[in-house]
């Protein structure tokens, strides 16, 4: 990938994961964070590793972040209080610093390991379905089947989760709206 | 040709973003969002490494990772639905509570 194109999709994750989590609306912070995830799959697909690159596209951006926007509308969230609300400022500001800190310390770690700079060509081969597939259904077996079988406890758990159980529609009509909040007969036909 | 340095500094730096907005936002939702965005750029350090050395293995390890993501998404978003319906809230302030 030449330089100038890393830069740009570069700078495009940086703005896009800012935005996602600076954002007041829920759904910019998402469509924010898809942007990033359509770019990180253009750079791995830039790295060589073209399914990978692929899946995070189809994967993420078409089932998770569709999940999230669903979950987002499903609650009808109004406008949130952005980086506003919640700790004070000063909490931020440290937590804040203690991110940048951590960045850094990664920053000249990398800048002492000169293997990292060298290039290296690789074969034309590599990251394609087929070579992806051979190490997954050798080495990887076992972990591979194990991964449906998360799959289908998590399949399970969320509906087990999100299932509204006897009589708790009358605990939920209990509780006040707050302010800024639409009363939850709206909520309910939705639900 | 771009050195694999150069994706482990976007690497650390999409990291960091994460970590900002896990520690400055109240929201779950957007709490939730920045740990998978910290997912991703764990991601990208993988599929870079494994470029570097030649190796499938960082490839296979992101495919897992976004498995467990898909599954960590589900559970969470499902976890999320259920503290929204009995608490009204989606402030990690006001869920203080492990029971309803």
């Given at each position: 990938m030449p330089q100038w194109l890393f830069a740009f999709l570069a700078a495009l994750a940086i703005i896009g994961a800012l935005g996602a989590i600076l954002q007041r609306n829920l759904v910019h912070c998402v469509l924010g964070f898809a942007l990033v995830l359509i770019d990180l799959g253009v750079l791995y697909m830039g790295l060589g590793a073209v399914t990978v690159g692929f899946l995070q596209i189809i994967v993420y951006v078409g089932a998770i972040m569709v999940l999230f926007l669903f979950v987002i509308w499903l609650l009808n969230i109004q406008a949130d209080t952005g980086v506003r609300g919640g700790a004070s400022l000063g909490l931020k500001l440290i937590g804040a610093l203690a991110a940048a800190a951590l960045a850094a310390e990664l920053f000249v770690i990398f800048s002492h390991?000169?293997?990292?700079?060298e290039v290296r060509t690789i074969a034309p081969?590599?990251?394609s379905v087929a070579t992806l597939a051979r190490v997954l259904f050798t080495r990887y077996l076992i972990a591979f089947e194990t991964t449906s079988l998360l799959l289908l406890a998590a399949i399970v758990g969320a509906v087990a989760l999100a299932r509204r159980l006897a009589g708790q529609s009358a605990a939920v009509a209990a509780i006040p709206p707050r302010p800024g909040m639409r009363a939850p007969e709206s909520r309910r036909e939705v639900a | 040709m771009t050195p694999i340095v150069d994706y482990m500094a976007l690497s650390a730096i999409l990291f960091a973003i994460g970590v900002i907005g896990v520690l400055i936002r109240r929201n779950v939702i957007v709490m939730f969002l920045a740990i998978e965005l910290m997912l991703n750029a764990v991601n990208l350090a993988f599929v870079a490494l494994g470029r570097r050395i030649g190796s499938m293995d960082g490839q296979v390890i992101v495919f897992f990772v976004m498995t467990v993501a898909a599954a960590e998404a589900a559970v969470g978003l499902a976890i999320i639905i259920s503290m929204f319906r009995n608490r009204?809230?989606?402030n990690a302030d006001e869920l203080n509570l492990l029971r309803w």
């Open positions: 390991a000169p293997k990292l700079r081969s590599f990251g | 009204e809230t989606v």
